[in-house]
């Protein structure tokens, strides 16, 4: 069966909860998730031009263990995430799901059968997720946008950049530990907790409602406690820079893992994926293509509101 590929929304940076989790679907409407026991992530060698890469590699373990202590360590999940040495890297589907910064140019660069794909400059971070026709995910590259950004670990006296991809920039900082626990929300298979129009229709979250308007949600036109459950999510599609309420997964993110990966059902199956060489992701390519794949930017607006697709 040939992998699919396909772009979702991922964070606003602003603050809550949502009333029921949100998972994400093919275009067919399927909930995606991984089918196996574990997944490995894996960092580029490259790093961050804002942090060493010791710490980068301590917030990676760090945004892993936010999700997993309060899925897989309080036994309602059987997913396990892993961590990859650093290796030098490209996001593209070879089943490697890599975590890579991007400081030269804010693209997905271009392949054989792929075009160059560029994001927008208010994007702090994008997850790309590739799945089957049937949902099941074979690959998840997370980009991170230092054309625009920097990226601190709080707390951090750091000042924003004002360069960025070899231009005079001024940058917005972003936690990097609250955008990755987000970003890794996305590679489980989670969606936003608000509709943000990147999609037709509203999505629906786990009891069949459709999730609020993010427009109602941020002038706070839905009752004040969904505003609170919504907004207080790891996976709610905004943060403010400086930010770092995502970091940890509240009950509504907690129930989304356990609900896609609960204990009960665990395949027991941890086999690592062997990497496809020279993979590209042939975006669109619907009938006989190789892959969709679902795309999560973390967007920051002018308004200073961080925002995720």
């Not at 804002?50 to 309080?74: E, R």
């Amino acid at each position: 069966m040939r992998p699919r590929l396909v772009v979702v929304a991922t964070l606003f940076l602003v603050g809550g909860i949502a009333r029921g989790y949100v998972r994400s679907r093919t275009d067919k409407g399927v909930p995606i998730a991984w089918p196996g026991s574990c997944v490995w992530v894996q960092p580029d060698s490259a790093g961050s031009i804002d942090l060493p890469i010791d710490t980068v590699l301590q917030v990676i373990d760090k945004s892993i263990s936010n999700w997993q202590t309060v899925t897989l360590g309080a036994g309602c999940s059987y997913l396990k995430i892993n961590r990859d040495a650093p290796a030098a890297l490209e996001a593209h589907l070879d089943h490697i799901n890599i975590i890579k910064f991007r400081s030269d140019k804010w693209c997905r660069p271009g392949e054989p059968n792929t075009p160059e794909m560029c994001y927008s400059p208010s994007a702090a971070a994008i997850t790309t997720v590739f799945y089957t026709a049937d949902g099941q995910i074979v690959d998840a590259d997370v980009e991170l946008n230092q054309c625009n950004f920097t990226f601190v670990w709080l707390p951090s006296n750091v000042q924003p950049r004002s360069t960025g991809c070899g231009m005079a920039v001024q940058t917005m900082d972003s936690d990097l530990e609250n955008t990755l626990t987000h970003e890794l929300g996305h590679l489980q298979g989670l969606d936003h907790t608000c509709w943000d129009h990147v999609l037709p229709t509203a999505p629906l979250d786990d009891m069949g409602n459709p999730i609020p308007d993010c427009n109602d949600v941020l002038n706070h036109n839905v009752p004040p406690d969904e505003y609170q459950r919504i907004v207080q999510s790891t996976m709610f599609n905004f943060a403010t820079p400086g930010e770092t309420i995502k970091r940890m997964p509240k009950t509504d993110d907690i129930n989304g893992i356990c609900g896609i990966y609960p204990s009960a059902k665990d395949p027991k199956s941890c086999m690592r994926p062997s990497p496809v060489q020279g993979g590209g992701c042939a975006v669109g390519a619907r009938s006989g293509g190789l892959a969709f794949a679902l795309m999560t930017l973390m967007v920051i607006l002018l308004v200073r509101r961080n925002r995720y697709y």
